[in-house]
């Protein structure tokens, strides 16, 4: 099992470009989510998802849109970049319904906007 | 508001010696996680903590929760030099991290 795979791995935008981090896990999981993680913070959550078809803001939303392609892929969209944005974003993965079980995290994607 | 606040953020540590990690909470929550990260990784699932009074232990570590504290610890016992790591938690509610503890540990 490859578990939670991300990309791309590694991202350079212009401010105001636009572009779509993917994340897909093998695990069944029903839930997924998107985190950022800005130097010397713990990460906070961007958006998830329960299950297929729904999708909920977390901590940090604005300028983010996500899609629950099916129950494997889970995308995170940026439509106009901003260099605050700059960040490595996570996706993760868990098998339950809630944010209450342990969560299984892909390998990151470094994000610079210039 | 849920805060999670770790301390300390920032630990040297000699080899052999010990020490804790504290991590404090602004609500009520029974379940809390700890995570490890190294550098330029990603994050590794280390212990859930399921219910107040929950201790568990994997080799050098041990983390426990004490609910009605709103507290958890990761107690550290004789440091080598692999413990090396950002170790974080997270409670459950709204999946909250808190900033990490960046470990050093020195021979």
């Known amino acids: 099992n490859a578990g939670v795979t991300q990309t791309p791995k590694f991202q350079v935008l212009k401010t105001g470009q636009s572009m779509t981090l993917q994340c897909a896990q093998d695990?069944?999981?029903?839930?997924m989510y998107w985190y950022r993680q800005d130097p010397g913070m713990g990460l906070r959550l961007i958006y998830y998802?329960?299950?297929?078809?729904?999708?909920d803001k977390g901590e940090v939303p604005n300028g983010y849109n996500v899609s629950r392609l099916n129950k494997r892929e889970f995308s995170l969209r940026l439509e106009s970049a901003a260099p605050s944005q700059t960040s490595v974003y996570f996706c993760?993965?868990?098998?339950?319904?809630?944010?209450?079980?342990?969560?299984?995290f892909g390998p990151g994607t470094r994000l610079t906007v210039l | 508001e849920l805060k999670v606040e770790q301390n300390p953020l920032f630990l040297s540590m000699q080899e052999g010696k010990n020490y804790t990690i504290y991590c404090n909470y602004s609500?009520?929550?029974?379940?809390l996680y700890w995570y490890r990260q190294d550098p330029g990784k990603s994050l590794e699932s280390l212990f859930v903590?399921?219910?107040?009074?929950a201790v568990k232990q994997e080799g050098r570590l041990m983390a426990s929760l004490d609910t009605k504290a709103r507290l958890s610890t990761l107690h550290i016992t004789a440091a080598v030099h692999d413990l090396s790591a950002t170790y974080f938690c997270?409670?459950?509610?709204?999946?909250?991290f808190g900033a990490g503890t960046r470990l050093t540990v020195k021979p």
């Open positions: 609500t009520t929550s029974d379940r």
């Open positions: 695990m069944n999981h029903n839930s």
């Open positions: 998802s329960a299950s297929e078809g729904t999708t």
């Open positions: 903590l399921l219910s107040n009074g």
């Open positions: 993760a993965s868990s098998y339950g319904t809630d944010t209450y079980n342990e969560q299984f």
């Open positions: 997270a409670v459950a509610n709204d999946m909250r």
